[in-house]
């Protein structure tokens, strides 16, 4: 990744310089990062009471046990990540939320179709005109985010951009028989970063490749509410069941693990690391099957590889950063560590980086 200033007029608590010039800096890195979880635990045998399914079915699939749920209506993405902000900011060693510059927040379960999440977050951080843009690349969008982040930390836009991914899927999951295929996989969470320069020379983020290919857009969505419907959303359609997600599993996986690797192996070989030399590699969680065939297939120990999918289930956006903040406090990393982060989604949307604490 050649590092290249980028040329914007926004305006802001940018990066500046003596004379107030904005001042670009050699690499961005995670500052500090946190998580959380909502205090619901949701188990597979909860969800057969439910639909038919049963925990053997679930885990020998999926390796999932449990997954977190929203304790009560009216918790949104926005509030799910206040926690893990407060835990980033004093990770990063940051006084306040005042030293937040910009926010972006990846999410496909908006606290509500719009505005978008980052706004309802930086007001409830107390940051009026603080940027706040929304990323809609549902299990990719944390390295969407991260690419964003990358470019304005290092073109001098912006010195400490908020990055966070979190979800509320129980809302929005059938759970019934019609939905069991989908409902089984989602849980609630947040993750939350602290992106900024990288004090040491040989610090941050070496590599971010990015890919979408929407030939597979319905084999993961979800249908209506829809601008291309005239009304958006009608009973019929909600008895259908369209306003629920709707997966071709098996097609994913397909693609899920064949893209994980081949994007992967690119950021690799841009950094110009070796798979050996990665000390904590941390997958999205789909499917504990999917990440240790990606595993195989990049001869990564599967000791190496984040692996949290049996507690809290897909949370989409939030797996990176969850997986990342757990990982880092366990001392499964540390400063100086080499990480891999990897993710394939609806869209389809995938993607990975490399990045020296
Ligand atoms: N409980 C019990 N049975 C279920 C079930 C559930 N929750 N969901 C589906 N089934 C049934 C199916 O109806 C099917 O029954 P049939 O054989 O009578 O038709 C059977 O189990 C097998 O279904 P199938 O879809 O072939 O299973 P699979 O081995 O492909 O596993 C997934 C299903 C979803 C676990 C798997 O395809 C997968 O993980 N795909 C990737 C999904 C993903 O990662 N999504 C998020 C991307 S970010």
Redesign the pocket.
Known sequence: MTPRVVHSSLHGRACRGKKGAMKSVAASTILGIGHYVPSKVVTNDDLAKL????DE??QQ??GIKERRYIEHSGIGASDLALPAVKMALEHAGLASEKDVDAIVFATLSPDHNFPGSGCFLGHKLGLPGVPALDVRN??SGFLYGLSIADAWVRGGVYRHVLLVGAEVHSTGIELADRG??VA??FGDGAGAAIIGPATDPDQGLRSIKLHADGSGAKD?WLEAPASAYVPRLTKEMMDEGKHFPA?N??Q??RW?TEKMPEVSRAVLEEAKISAGDIDLFVP?Q??L??NQLVCQKLGIPESKAVANIEKYG?T?AATIPLGLSEAWREGRCRRGSNVLMAA???GYTWGAAVLKL
């Open positions: 639909m038919s399914t049963s079915w679930i699939r999926t549902q299990c069991r295929d089984v996989l993961l997966m599993g098996k994913v996986f899920a999205h789909a499917n099957r999917i897909n989409t394939f989604g609806s």
